[in-house]
């Protein structure tokens, strides 16, 4: 139910997870984060990422070459805004990521651009 997200999470966690909102670039607390551990869904504690897949980019968000297996993150097309993106959801509760794009810097190629208020950090 979506009225228990909104009691569940703050207007701004809302809007992003739910509504598909997204943060402003450079604002969110991992996007200048580099230490050692595990960032879990903000929603449902489900792990996404580890820290070793964490890379510095300077798109202003925290971005990933790679996701935790085991099919913990979904791909949609999205067309929003009139761009072609795919966008990334947690498998487990729907909740709203950010977007996947094929321009990464290491050899995965792969950018998994994340809002920071959809992650949790947990050190090792
Ligand atoms: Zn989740």
């Not at 569940?8 to 969110?28: A, D, H, I, Q």
């Not at 929603?43 to 980019?57: A, H, I, P, R, T």
């Not at 950010?98 to 990464?104: A, K, Q, T």
Request: aromatic letters at 12%.
């Amino acid at each position: 139910m979506e009225n228990d997200w909104e009691k569940k999470l703050t207007p701004e966690e809302y809007r992003v997870l739910r509504e598909k909102g997204t943060e402003k670039p450079f604002s969110g607390t991992y996007n200048n984060h580099f230490k050692d551990g595990i960032y879990y869904c903000k929603g449902c504690d489900q792990q996404l990422f580890n820290s070793s897949m964490k890379f510095e980019s300077s798109c202003g968000w925290p971005s990933f070459d790679n996701e935790i297996e085991g099919n913990k993150i979904n791909k949609n097309p999205d067309s929003s805004f009139g761009m072609i993106r795919t966008e990334i959801t947690c498998s487990n509760c729907n909740s709203h990521l950010g977007h996947i794009f094929n321009d990464g810097p290491t050899k995965t190629n792969l950018r998994y651009c994340v809002n920071s208020i959809s992650i949790n950090f947990k050190a090792k």
